[in-house]
């Protein structure tokens, strides 16, 4: 069954240093997500990505923070100027057209900034 | 803006019913949603709702909806040590690009 699949499935990072968070989507799906969850708060929504371009942010999604998804299959999340409260959990998600809009999660990132 | 609110924390007995409940402020959300995260895993969506249904069943799940109250519930039947795991309301804004806003989520701990 085709997944999400996420890498690193743990980065610790200096704060002030750059990080990439890697994703891979299912091959066929047209929409990105990334999620954050601070541990023991809720799962935040980020970004969302269709046609090459961001569709919405968040308030969170601030400049230090972009988006690319370089190759047709990879999907990646760049974190510039790492801050203490970046640490979190880094859910990357896609989906189809359903009209239910299921999305379809990967295992998650845990980025600990020191 | 948006949110949504579900108790933390849900114990239950093998083979006993549980029931995991969440409170969503967007009347205007589309689909409401639960997913489960088991330990080292991504959310995994178990079943949702379109907003003009009350109720939907699948299998040991049921969801309830109760649009006036914003209140959607779901229920385990026969609980079992599988189930042990985390629980995730959501509910996906109408128009726009389809984001989630989730809750919390609702740990279960599944006991003999």
């Known amino acids: 069954e085709p997944e999400v699949t996420q890498t690193p499935s743990h980065q610790v990072t200096q704060m002030g240093q750059e990080v990439i968070l890697r994703c891979v989507p299912i091959?066929?799906?047209?929409?990105f997500y990334w999620y954050r969850q601070i541990l023991g708060q809720k799962v935040e929504f980020l970004v969302s990505?269709?046609?090459?371009?961001?569709?919405?942010k968040s308030e969170i999604f601030d400049d230090q923070f972009s988006v690319e998804r370089p190759d047709g299959s990879n999907f990646t999340l760049k974190i510039r100027s790492t801050k203490l409260e970046d640490s979190a959990m880094y859910f990357c998600?896609?989906?189809?057209?359903?009209?239910?809009?299921?999305?379809?999660f990967g295992p998650g990132t845990r980025l600990t900034v020191l | 803006g948006e949110d949504v609110e579900q108790s933390l924390f849900l114990s239950v007995r093998e083979g006993d019913s549980s029931v995991i409940n969440c409170t969503y402020t967007?009347?205007?959300?589309?689909?409401l949603y639960w997913y489960k995260q088991e330990p080292g895993a991504g959310l995994q969506l178990l079943t949702y709702i379109f907003s003009n249904m009350d109720m939907k069943q699948d299998q040991r799940l049921t969801v309830l909806l109760n649009k006036k109250d914003k209140h959607l519930s779901l229920r385990i039947a026969d609980t079992q040590t599988g189930d042990s795991a985390i629980y995730f309301c959501a509910e996906c804004e109408s128009g726009g690009y389809n984001k989630l806003i989730f809750g919390a989520g609702t740990r279960l701990a599944v006991h003999p």
């Open positions: 990505f269709y046609n090459n371009e961001i569709s919405e």
């Open positions: 091959s066929n799906h047209l929409y």
């Open positions: 967007d009347s205007s959300s589309t689909y």
């Open positions: 998600a896609s989906r189809d057209r359903t009209t239910y809009n299921e999305q379809f």
